[in-house]
T-cell receptor, first 112, second 108 residues
Framework: GAGVSQSPRYKVAKRGQDVALRCDPI?????LFWYQQALGQGPEFLTY????????KSGLPSDRFFAERPEGSVSTLKIQRTQQEDSAVYLC??????????FGSGTRLTVV | QKEVEQNSGPLSVPEGAIASLNCTYS??????FFWYRQYSGKSPELIMS????GDKEDGRFTAQLNKASQYVSLLIRDSQPSDSATYLC????????FGQGTTLQVKP
């Protein structure tokens, strides 16, 4: 596709529910990143893939967060047993090997 | 100390003025530097990238990089009300790390 596509755009989850957020990067982009952005803050790094390899997951806040990119294209960020503090916008970005990062529209997660 | 620091603002400038946005970073190994613009409720949009010391100009935007001082800046000339947004500085040495953003308000 022409841009980075994320789905769903909005997700309301009850506390304790599991959620899965999808990112479809720009075709051919090697690198894929997940960020969490709280209101009024800059995006916080969660994890990074180069092709199917997860090279850095140091930003994942707890073991309830898990990300995968099994075929080096689409990625899924899964959050288990959601908590209220997980409410945020989750942004996905992709980039070619060298160059700037293009962001998707994000998924706004609200945990109630 | 945060890895990338920006003044959160708001920075208010009159229409037609020069807006100056600043950013410092802590990792001397950083190699790539970016400025993103983010409108309220939207995702970040890349407006400038810079990789070597000095100035880089693109239209009304000029990015400046000083690796010795670990300092990046963005100048916006002839500021317009449509430039009102949050500007995010981002630094990469592998993963992309963002500052908290500076809110710019351009008043007509």
């Amino acid at each position: 596709g022409a841009g980075v596509s994320q789905s769903p755009r909005y997700k309301v989850a009850k506390r304790g529910q599991d959620v899965a957020l999808r990112c479809d990067p720009i075709s051919g982009h090697v690198s894929l990143f997940w960020y969490q952005q709280a209101l009024g803050q800059g995006p916080e790094f969660l994890t990074y893939f180069q092709n199917e390899a997860q090279l850095d997951k140091s930003g994942l806040p707890s073991d309830r967060f898990f990300a995968e990119r099994p075929e080096g294209s689409v990625s899924t960020l899964k959050i288990q047993r959601t908590q209220q503090e997980d409410s945020a916008v989750y942004l996905c970005a992709s980039s070619p090997r060298l160059g700037g990062y293009t962001f998707g529209s994000g998924t706004r997660l609200t945990v109630v | 100390q945060k890895e990338v620091e920006q003044n959160s603002g708001p920075l208010s400038v009159p229409e037609g003025a020069i807006a100056s946005l600043n950013c410092t970073y802590s990792d001397r190994g950083s190699q790539s530097f970016f400025w993103y613009r983010q409108y309220s409720g939207k995702s970040p949009e890349l407006i400038m990238s810079i990789y070597s010391n000095g100035d880089k100009e693109d239209g009304r935007f000029t990015a400046q990089l000083n690796k010795a001082s670990q300092y990046v800046s963005l100048l916006i000339r002839d500021s317009q009300p449509s430039d009102s947004a949050t500007y995010l500085c981002a630094v990469s040495g592998g993963k992309l790390i963002f500052g908290q953003g500076t809110t710019l308000q351009v008043k007509p």
